[in-house]
């Protein structure tokens, strides 16, 4: 299983990015996907998750109402559309995914695939 995180970027405040992880293996059995962000000397943070195949989703609180997670499940593919950005969401963001049939977690230890980072960067 591999993950492969992408479209992190330089963005004002106030803007808009849309991160795309894509996922090398054929539908998870409904297990959790999540994105998090680490930020240097900071442990890593839970930002979103979802269980693949519901519509369950987890947000952290201060993203709520700004960042969106979605999927497409003929891509294998899950998103993070993140608007009204602050300087605070400057991070590298990354994917995750828990084995099969595990449910959402904040804990990243929890999660045993990991994509690559991918800078975003909010200029204020």
């Known amino acids: 299983v591999q993950l492969q995180a992408f479209g992190g970027g330089l963005v004002e405040a106030g803007g808009s990015l849309r991160l795309s992880c894509t996922i090398s293996v054929g539908s998870f059995n409904k297990s959790a996907v999540a994105w998090f962000r680490q930020v240097p000397g900071k442990e890593r943070e839970f930002v979103a998750a979802?269980?693949?195949?519901?519509?369950?989703?987890a947000y952290e609180d201060s993203v709520k109402g700004r960042f969106t997670f979605s999927r497409d499940n003929a891509k294998n593919t899950v998103y993070l559309q993140m608007n009204s950005l602050k300087s605070e969401d400057t991070a590298v963001y990354f994917c995750?995914?828990?084995?099969?049939?595990?449910?959402?977690?904040?804990?990243?230890?929890?999660?045993?695939?990991w994509g690559q980072g991918t800078l975003v960067t909010v200029s204020s």
């Open positions: 979802s269980m693949w195949g519901t519509v369950l989703t």
């Open positions: 995750a995914a828990r084995s099969d049939f595990e449910r959402i977690s904040r804990d990243p230890h929890a999660y045993v695939y």
